[in-house]
Each structure stands twice: as structure tokens, then as C-alpha cells.
């Protein structure tokens, strides 16, 4: 179950920056203004780092083996 | 309508002589209904963070918790990007009147981006629009810009200040007519020097 839970999170991470690289992709290459598509290039990839990485940080943290108890089989 | 400088735009295809005389987009009140879902969802999740510690002193520190934490930030990412593809839809969809053409780029999604144009010669009708009383109130609506042909026109969706530019439309038509006009003279008075040489 916990590998299944692992497998699970992989995907939905690879997803998420998957979608995040075609933002940036067309931030930066269709902006006809460059000083803008910088700015929100560089915000949308600072946030989404800032959350992906304590998204990472809690799942990791998550006790799987204690909440998954009444489901392990 | 306050002077922008619209020269330090840039776009693909765009010529060496060619000057951007306004970039349209839509009005922000058009994105402002999909942001607003988007904002009432986050403060819904955290003011859901605010209620479970009053309603469970003990949960703070529980694994649960742990995993409720979890779950709202995977919700949160998830908005975040949400909001980034609706800024991009928004965005992205755009009008740029030049000195030469008008261009219509609509992005819809991240995969399908339509590009076209259409040069000021071709065009024979300028409509402006502005219908309800929201639009009414915050000046915005649609401009629909005709040519010869009754099945070809290009659309400027609920954009700021309809008038102004259908009135920028207009003007470059008349200077384009006026330029087309006087390449005749030019042309016809050449051509009567020509017969009088021979």
C-alpha cells in the first residue's frame, strides 16, 4: 500500500512539473512584453518551487505506516 | 485612454518596419470571475487551517493534521497552476494593431494557438459595441472589424475601451486610403510626364 501511495505521488509530482514546464514554455515564448514575461516567469517558478518542495517535505514527513493501519493488507 | 508606449513590444512575424500601435487584451473583468473562484477556494482551505485547531485543540501535532496539511497543499499547488493556465488563456489572447495590419492571437489552453491577420486594405467595416450594464459601467465590449467578404471578420472580445479602438482602426484606414491614394497620383502624374516625354 505504501508503495502504491509512493507511486501515486511520483506521478502527481511528474505532473506538476510537466505542467509547470509548458507555463514557463509559453511565459517565455509568446510574451510579447520581455520585462513582464521575466517578472512572472520568475514568480510562477519561485512559488511553484516554494510548494513543491513543502509538498515533498510533508509527504515525506507523513507517518504512512501508522495512518494506512486500519487498510494494510 | 492613457499613452502607452506600445514600440517596445515584440512579436513573431513581425516586420522591420513594421511599429505596434496598441496591444489589446481583454478587460480585466473578464478574468477577474475565473480568479475570483480561485480566491475564494484558498481562503476557504485556510480558513479551514484556522477552524480545525479551535475545534480540536489536540489535532495541532496529530499525523492527521499532518495529512490534512498535506492534502491542502497539493490542493493549493494544484489552484496555483490553475491560476496560471486561466492568466495564460486571459493573457495570451490578444490583438495587436499595427501600422501595417491587424493580428488576432487566441490561445486556448496550453496546445492550440490560432494566429491571424488581417491588413487594413482588405478592411471595409468598423463596429463597436457596448451592450449590459456591467460593460457599461466599467467601458468595456466587443469591436468587430469587417471585410469584403460578409463571412470574414475579426472579433476584439470584451476589450477596454471599444471606441477608442474602433477609432484607432479608422484612423490608420483613412491614413492607409490616403497613402493609396496619393501612390496613384504620384503614379498616374509619372505616367503623363512619360506620354508628354514621348
Redesign the interface.
Known amino acids: 500500500m505504501q508503495l502504491f501511495f509512493g507511486i501515486t505521488y511520483l506521478l502527481?509530482f511528474a505532473g506538476?512539473v510537466i505542467?509547470?514546464l509548458?507555463?514557463v514554455f509559453?511565459?517565455s515564448r509568446?510574451?510579447?512584453?520581455?520585462r513582464l514575461a521575466a517578472g512572472?516567469t520568475s514568480l510562477?517558478v519561485i512559488?511553484?518551487a516554494i510548494?513543491?518542495w513543502?509538498?515533498s517535505a510533508?509527504?515525506f514527513?507523513?507517518?504512512l505506516e501508522?495512518?494506512l493501519l486500519p487498510v494494510n493488507f | 485612454m492613457p499613452n502607452h508606449d506600445f514600440s517596445r513590444y515584440h512579436f513573431q512575424g513581425q516586420r522591420e518596419s513594421e511599429i505596434v500601435l496598441r496591444v489589446v487584451h481583454r478587460h480585466w473583468f473578464d478574468i477577474a470571475t475565473h480568479f475570483f473562484v480561485v480566491v475564494l477556494f484558498v481562503a476557504a482551505l485556510f480558513g479551514s487551517l484556522s477552524i480545525i485547531p479551535l475545534l480540536h485543540p489536540d489535532a495541532l501535532g496529530s499525523e492527521m493534521f499532518r495529512f490534512v496539511l498535506f492534502i491542502q497543499n497539493s490542493l493549493i499547488l494544484l489552484i496555483w497552476l490553475y491560476a496560471f493556465l486561466v492568466w495564460i488563456d486571459y493573457f495570451f489572447d490578444v490583438w495587436i494593431i499595427t501600422n501595417e495590419r491587424v493580428i488576432n492571437i487566441e490561445q486556448k489552453g496550453l496546445f492550440v494557438r490560432t494566429v491571424s491577420e488581417l491588413k487594413f486594405s482588405r478592411i471595409q467595416d468598423v463596429t463597436s459595441e457596448v451592450s449590459g450594464m456591467i460593460p457599461t459601467m466599467l467601458n468595456f465590449g466587443d469591436v468587430k472589424v469587417q471585410t469584403a467578404s460578409e463571412e470574414d471578420y475579426f472579433l476584439f472580445r470584451r476589450v477596454p475601451d471599444p471606441y477608442h479602438v474602433k477609432d484607432l482602426i479608422m484612423e490608420r484606414l483613412r491614413t492607409e486610403r490616403d497613402d493609396e491614394i496619393n501612390r496613384i497620383v504620384e503614379a498616374t502624374q509619372r505616367g503623363e510626364k512619360f506620354r508628354s516625354a514621348a
Open positions: 502527481f506538476v505542467a509547470s509548458f507555463i509559453h511565459l509568446y510574451s510579447l512584453n520581455r512572472m510562477f512559488v511553484t510548494l513543491l513543502s509538498n510533508l509527504f514527513s507523513l507517518p501508522t495512518l
